[in-house]
Nanobody, 113 residues
Framework: QVQLVESGGGLVQPGGSLRLSCAVV????????IGWYRQVPGKQRELVAA?????SENYADSVKGRFTISRTKNTVYLQMNSLKPEDTAVYLC?????????WGQGTQVTVSS
């Protein structure tokens, strides 16, 4: 069984930085895509950043130049710089394999002065 263990969320001031991490816990399996989504009440969940097994990276237009995704074999990170209040959301780790999607529990990021 696979579990995604997220950490790194919290409260940060505008312009600050935060790093999220997601550890993939379980038996070895092929990961097609691993990334981060975010959810705000009343709005649709959106992709923030993702990286494929081949190393290709994708970012939402709203975070390009500010966020960076990176990964090891079993852990994915999201470095968030120059944070804005509109980045406030619950951030969820997502792993896509051949036939399944796995999701973390979500970690709250709040950007406020």
């Amino acid at each position: 069984q696979v579990q995604l263990v997220e950490s790194g969320g919290g409260l940060v001031q505008p312009g600050g930085s935060l790093r999220l991490s997601c550890a993939v816990v379980g038996t070895i399996f092929r990961i097609n895509t691993i990334g981060w989504y975010r959810q705000v009440p009343g709005k649709q969940r959106e992709l923030v950043a993702a990286v494929t097994s081949g190393g290709s990276e994708n970012y939402a237009d709203s975070v390009k130049g500010r966020f960076t995704i990176s990964r090891t074999k079993n852990t994915v990170y999201l470095q968030m710089n120059s944070l804005k209040p509109e980045d406030t959301a619950v951030y969820l780790c997502n792993v896509k394999v051949l036939k399944d999607d796995f999701w973390g529990q979500g970690t709250q990021v709040t950007v406020s002065s």
